[in-house]
């Protein structure tokens, strides 16, 4: 896939639930790979509805969502939730083990390869392996959620505010540990939240989605960017930038107009 063709495109995207006013109407939307898009709104605004369409759990009531999966994979979409979908009946290993459960034909070895290199890159040890969902901690569990998703290869990520429940360290421990390695498998992702400060550390770019549509982009650029296309290499260090700031201010004057008016 050439570096500037888009890996996901989507065009006048309309959806609604059987009611006259459209939860999503005329959406457009573009992202490249290793790009993290953010998407804030106000609670309701339809976010969570985009994510769902893009993976497939609704259907368009008309325009087009079109994935450049490379290789044809089928399984080019993961979707990481606030409550992890871990099945509490199987250990840690067996939950990370379930892409390989799932498809026979992947290599049982390589697949533990990259289990490993997972765990190293979220910091879990190998004693985490012979654990149950419920003898881990809400941090714990979310970043094995995040390896269960990556374990299945996907090109895009889609994440419906997935560190809002934790703490505020273990958030920032996660948000760069997810940050870190997107860049280095050049995956993209799309990531709904409420906190202007998560968008902003995380972003490539952000939107402020309003009545159905993305109303408004911002292009977030921090000096702590290890390059021009990607986010922040250090989350808790550009939270402290006066670029960070700007961002915040900007976002948040936008987006209180758009919510107050």
């Known amino acids: 896939m050439n570096a500037s063709t888009p890996l996901l495109t989507i065009d006048s995207l309309c959806f609604d639930f059987g009611q006259t006013e459209k939860t999503v109407d005329s959406l457009e939307l573009s992202v490249k790979k290793g790009e993290i898009v953010c998407i804030l709104g106000a609670s309701g605004c339809g ?3 985009v994510l769902n369409l893009i993976a497939g759990l609704l259907k368009p009531k008309s325009g087009t969502i ?16 606030q409550s992890d979908p871990l099945f509490p009946w199987r250990t840690v290993e067996g939950n990370l083990m379930l892409a390989f459960d799932l498809n026979k034909s992947l290599d049982r070895n390589k ?15 190998q004693q985490v392996l012979s654990k149950y969902p419920a003898q881990l901690s809400g941090g714990m569990r979310q970043r094995v959620s995040i390896i269960q998703s990556l374990m299945f290869d996907p090109d895009l990520l889609l994440l419906d505010e997935p560190f809002s429940a934790l703490d505020y360290y273990t958030k920032l421990s996660l948000e ?19 906190d202007i400060e998560e968008a902003v550390a995380m972003g490539t770019r952000a939107f402020i989605m309003s009545g159905g549509k993305l109303a408004k982009e911002f292009l977030i650029r921090l000096e702590s960017s290890t390059t021009q296309t990607s986010s922040n ?10 670029e ?6 900007e976002i948040w004057s936008e987006l209180k107009s758009i919510i107050s008016g």
Do not use: P, W
Not at 112 to 119: D, G, I, N, S, V
Not at 233 to 242: D, I, Q, T, Y
């Open 176 to 194: 760069e540990e997810f940050c870190q390695l997107v860049r280095a498998k050049n995956k993209s992702a799309i990531l709904v939240t409420h």
């Open 244 to 249: 960070f700031a700007k961002h915040y201010r």
């Open 47 to 49: 976010k969570t509805t």
């Open 233 to 242: 290499a250090n989350v808790s260090v550009a939270r402290g930038s006066e």
């Open 111 to 125: 697949a533990k390869e990259m289990m490993q290199q997972y765990l190293s890159a979220f910091h879990l040890n």
């Open 66 to 81: 079109n994935l450049q999966s490379e290789s044809g994979k089928k399984n080019s979409i993961g979707y990481i939730f």
